[in-house]
C-alpha cells in the first residue's frame, strides 16, 4: 500500500520509504491511501483472541502487503512482550492500562514496534546502519531509547536539556549503553530540537551517518496504537459487552487519538471518542467551534500533554475530508485544570484504592462528564502513577510503591556525553561517536 502526503505536493510513499523518511518531503504527514476494513470473521472471533493474535491480524491488513507476513508476525510480537489488561474501576468503566511496558507508559508500544520495523527496512536496504537522532522533554526519549534497545543496525542518539527532565525519566535514557547514547545539553528542549533539525538539514552529515527521526509522526509509531483498541473491546466482549462502547484518551501530540479513529475506521464499534486535554486546549478548542489556534504550551502536572501545536492534528482533518462537523459528532473533547486532575486522583483512591496517573485521571474525568446511562467506557491509562511519585503521592497524602522495573533504572549507573548547544559541537560529537 503507498502513503500520502497530508500536503498533497509530495509523490506517493512506499511503506519504506514512509517509515525510513517519517516526514513527507513537503513536511506533510503520511496518511496510507486506504484504510482496510477488517472481516466479520475477526470480529466474531475476537472474543477468542488474545493481543498478539489481534495485533498481527490488524497489522497484517494495514502492511501485509509490504512485509512477509512471518516477518511482520515477528516484528509483533517482538513489540508486545507485556500485558495491556482492562481493568474495572466502577461500574460501567474500565482503565486500559497501557503501563505495562519497559519504561511504564504508552509510547512503548509503538516505539517498540517502529524500532523493529525500521530495523527490517534498513537489512533490506542493505545499509550498514542509520543513526536515530531524538530531541526529549522527558518521555518520548526514554520510549524511544529502550524500544531501539539492542535492535541491529541502528544507533540512537537522544538529545535532552540537562536539568530540565525528571530523575526518573534521566534514568531510563541515560543508564543503557549498548547502542544508545545521551546527550545532554547545556540548554532548553527548544535547543536540542534545533541541534536535531539542523543535522537533518546538513546534508554531508545525512549521507555519512544515514540520519533518521523516530519522532511520533512515524506511520510505524502511530498506526500500531491502533491494536490495543481492538484488544480493550476483545476484553470487555469477554464481559459481554459490545455496544454503546465510547473510549476517553487523553491528549497531546494527538497520535494516539488518531490510532483509535483509524480502529473505528477499521470496523470497530466504537460509539464516540473522547478527547482529553489539560490546559493546553487548542483541540478542545477546535472542537467547539472549528477554529484551530496553535499557541505556545503551558506547564501542567499531566505534562506528557502539555502540546501547543499538536503534531497529528492534520491527519483527523484529512481523515474526516476536512469537515468539523463531522470530526465533532465523532469526537467530543474536555479539558481540565491541574487543580481538578488533582482532586479526581485524590477521590478515585479514596472511594475506589484505584490510582490514577495525572494524564489517565484526565481521560477519567473526562469519561465522568461524557459517559450517558446505558454507555459502558474506556479510559487509557497511559502512564504507571509511579512515574509521576511526586505529584501522586501530594494528592493522595501517602507514599507510593516504585515498581521493581522502574526502580532497576534508578539503581544502574548514568553515563551521558555533555554538550553545548551550538551546532558545530554536536555534529564534531556526532561523527566522533559513530
Ligand atoms: C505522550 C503521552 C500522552 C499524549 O499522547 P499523544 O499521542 O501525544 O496525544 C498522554 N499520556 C502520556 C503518559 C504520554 O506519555
Known amino acids: 500500500m503507498n502513503y500520502y502526503s497530508t500536503n498533497q505536493s509530495a509523490p506517493?510513499?512506499?511503506?519504506?520509504?514512509?517509515?525510513?523518511?517519517?516526514?513527507?518531503?513537503?513536511?506533510?504527514?503520511?496518511?496510507?491511501?486506504?484504510?482496510?476494513?477488517?472481516?466479520?470473521?475477526?470480529?466474531?472471533?475476537?472474543?477468542?483472541s488474545g493481543v498478539t493474535d489481534i495485533a498481527r491480524s490488524v497489522a497484517r491488513a494495514l502492511f501485509g502487503d509490504d512485509i512477509p507476513h512471518d516477518e511482520l508476525a515477528r516484528i509483533v510480537t517482538d513489540a508486545l512482550n507485556f500485558e495491556i489488561p482492562l481493568v474495572r474501576v466502577e461500574e460501567g468503566l474500565y482503565a486500559l492500562e497501557l503501563f505495562h511496558g519497559p519504561t511504564f507508559a504508552f509510547k512503548d508500544v509503538g516505539a517498540?514496534?517502529?524500532?523493529?520495523?525500521?530495523?527490517?527496512?534498513?537489512?533490506?536496504?542493505?545499509?550498514?546502519?542509520?543513526?536515530?537522532?531524538?530531541?526529549?522533554?522527558?518521555?518520548?526519549?526514554?520510549?524511544v531509547a529502550n524500544g531501539f534497545l539492542g535492535v541491529e543496525g541502528i544507533r540512537v542518539f537522544v538529545l535532552y536539556p540537562s536539568g530540565k527532565v525528571s530523575d526518573i525519566q534521566e534514568a531510563q535514557f541515560t543508564t543503557l549503553g549498548r547502542n544508545i547514547v545521551a546527550v545532554e545539553i547545556?540548554?532548553?528542549?527548544?535547543?536540542?530540537?534545533?541541534?536535531v533539525k539542523s543535522a537533518f538539514m546538513d546534508e554531508e552529515l545525512n549521507r555519512q551517518l544515514n540520519l533518521t527521526s523516530a519522532n511520533s509522526i512515524n506511520v510505524a509509531r502511530f498506526l500500531p496504537q491502533s491494536f490495543y483498541y481492538f484488544h480493550a473491546f476483545?476484553?470487555?466482549?469477554?464481559?459481554?459487552?459490545?455496544?454503546?462502547?465510547?473510549?476517553?484518551?487523553?491528549?497531546?501530540?494527538?497520535?494516539?487519538?488518531?490510532?483509535?479513529?483509524?480502529?473505528?475506521r477499521m470496523g470497530l464499534p466504537i460509539k464516540r471518542f473522547i478527547a482529553a486535554?489539560?490546559?493546553?486546549?487548542?483541540?478542545?478548542?477546535?472542537?467547539?467551534?472549528?477554529?484551530?489556534?496553535?499557541?505556545?504550551s503551558?506547564?501542567?502536572?499531566?505534562?506528557?500533554?502539555?502540546?501547543?501545536?499538536?503534531?497529528n492534528f492534520d491527519r483527523?482533518?484529512?481523515?474526516?475530508?476536512?469537515?468539523h462537523e463531522a470530526i465533532s459528532s465523532d469526537i467530543s473533547g474536555y479539558r481540565f485544570s491541574d487543580g481538578e486532575i488533582e482532586s479526581v486522583i485524590?477521590?478515585?483512591?479514596?472511594?475506589?484504592?484505584?490510582?490514577?496517573?495525572?494524564?489517565?485521571a484526565c481521560a477519567y474525568l473526562a469519561l465522568k462528564e461524557s459517559k450517558r446511562a446505558g454507555e459502558t467506557g474506556i479510559f487509557l491509562a497511559t502512564a504507571h502513577p509511579a512515574k509521576f511519585k511526586e505529584s501522586v503521592e501530594r494528592c493522595i497524602g501517602e507514599e507510593i510503591e516504585i515498581p521493581e522495573g522502574l526502580a532497576t533504572f534508578m539503581k544502574k549507573n548514568r553515563e551521558t556525553i555533555q554538550l553545548p548547544s551550538d551546532f558545530g559541537s554536536f555534529r564534531k560529537a556526532l561523527i566522533n561517536l559513530s
Open 12 to 48: 506517493a510513499a512506499t511503506l519504506q520509504e514512509a517509515v525510513v523518511k517519517g516526514l513527507a518531503p513537503d513536511r506533510g504527514l503520511y496518511m496510507p491511501e486506504e484504510i482496510p476494513l477488517l472481516p466479520a470473521g475477526f470480529f466474531s472471533e475476537i472474543v477468542h
Open 112 to 143: 517498540r514496534f517502529m524500532a523493529r520495523m525500521l530495523s527490517y527496512f534498513v537489512q533490506q536496504q542493505g545499509q550498514e546502519g542509520v543513526t536515530v537522532l531524538v530531541a526529549t522533554s522527558g518521555d518520548t526519549g526514554s520510549a
Open 186 to 195: 547545556d540548554g532548553t528542549f527548544d535547543d536540542c530540537q534545533a541541534l
Open 234 to 264: 476483545a476484553q470487555l466482549a469477554r464481559l459481554g459487552i459490545s455496544r454503546e462502547v465510547i473510549i476517553s484518551v487523553p491528549s497531546g501530540n494527538l497520535g494516539n487519538l488518531t490510532a483509535g479513529l483509524f480502529a473505528k
Open 277 to 296: 486535554n489539560n490546559r493546553n486546549d487548542v483541540f478542545w478548542e477546535y472542537l467547539q467551534s472549528g477554529r484551530y489556534l496553535p499557541r505556545p
Open 298 to 311: 503551558v506547564q501542567t502536572i499531566a505534562n506528557a500533554m502539555d502540546v501547543g501545536s499538536p503534531s
Open 316 to 323: 483527523i482533518l484529512d481523515l474526516y475530508s476536512y469537515s
Open 346 to 360: 485524590k477521590r478515585v483512591h479514596k472511594e475506589s484504592g484505584y490510582l490514577l496517573d495525572p494524564h489517565g
